[in-house]
């Protein structure tokens, strides 16, 4: 079995110095975050539109694989957590048609192997983005024409790792070809410990998808409850250890840095990511995704995540 290795990757703004430290012969699959939605100048569908940043960001990247000679495939990425708008632009067949029309026109665009729909909760109001009880049901009908619109090309979807019980599964697992489960966020520290995380990919699995189907997601980030270090990235988190500003503690279930004034900050270490990976192989799922490739450190995370699984 080929074990899918992907990367969501902020395109915007993105410089060819960052690209360089990243080895993309040990990425699959790189999801580009992100084409947000907006009103078609000149009528009323919201349709997914690619910024002038974001535009760059894909060429460069499109560039430094051809550099290195990989041959990872280029995904676009939809939404993302503050996105909005996803609930008037799915809610007519109509509306549907002019979505997908113009992501196929953007994967024509630039030259990409499909779409990746980053709504995440729908149905579900959150971070103000607005929802409806009618988005669960205009979610599977989108993918349907979608699906039907990008023909060969890879159609994906990520998801909250506790939305399984909220979606119309049983048809989603005929029109999508990954799902990827956001195991992470489940908990303020502890945000993607091993127990979280099994619960989590067995409840997917359990709504009909195939296993392999499924990508189960790690972060390159840690948590914590005092907001001065709260979502800060691997990378600094490292250097604060190597300054002697805070000291590793290791577990089974979520490892931890513990800083000098006494914060906590849980994130996945390298040895735990093969943990987690083993689990993968043995469940037979997918494969494993990143969120995000930039807070990274010397690779250590992404090296973790293709020694084992590749």
Same mark, same amino acid.
């Given at each position: ?30 999801? %580009? ?155 303020? %520290? ?121």
């Amino acid at each position: 079995m080929k074990y899918i290795s992907g990367s969501y990757l902020p395109a915007k703004g993105i410089q060819n110095e960052s690209l360089h430290r990243i080895d993309f012969s040990h990425i699959t699959h790189v999801f %580009i975050a992100f084409s947000v939605l907006e009103k078609e100048k000149g009528t009323r569908f919201y349709v997914p539109v690619v910024s002038a940043e974001v535009a760059e960001g894909i060429r460069r990247v499109h560039a430094e694989i051809r550099r290195q000679g990989a041959e990872s495939k280029i995904i676009l990425s939809i939404g993302g957590a503050f996105a909005d708008f996803f609930c008037p632009a799915v809610r007519t067949e109509e509306n549907r048609k002019a979505f997908a029309a113009k992501a196929a026109a953007l994967c024509d665009e630039f030259s990409l192997d499909g779409i990746d729909l980053d709504w995440e909760f729908p149905g579900i109001p959150h971070c103000g983005v607005m929802a409806c009880e009618h988005c669960v049901h205009d979610f599977t009908l989108l993918c349907r024409v979608l699906r039907e619109t990008l023909g060969e090309r890879l159609l994906t979807s990520a998801m909250g790792s506790d939305h399984w019980n909220r979606l119309e599964n049983e048809a989603l697992a005929e029109l999508l070809d990954y799902v990827n489960v956001m195991t992470y966020d489940m908990a303020d %520290i502890d945000h993607s410990a091993m127990t979280l995380t099994r619960n989590a990919m067995e409840e997917w699995l359990a709504q009909g998808y195939r296993s392999e189907q499924l990508l189960l997601g790690v972060p390159f980030y840690g948590r914590s409850e005092n907001e001065a270090y709260n979502w800060m990235g691997y990378d600094r988190a490292v250097q604060k250890v190597q300054k002697g500003d805070a000291r590793w503690e290791m577990s089974e279930q979520q490892d931890r840095i513990v800083f000098m004034d006494g914060a906590v900050l849980g994130l996945d270490s390298p040895a735990a990511i093969q943990r987690k990976i083993g689990y993968i192989k043995e469940k037979g799922f997918g494969g494993i995704f990143c969120w995000q490739e930039l807070t990274d450190h010397n690779g250590e995370l992404r090296a973790a995540m293709t020694a084992v699984l590749c």
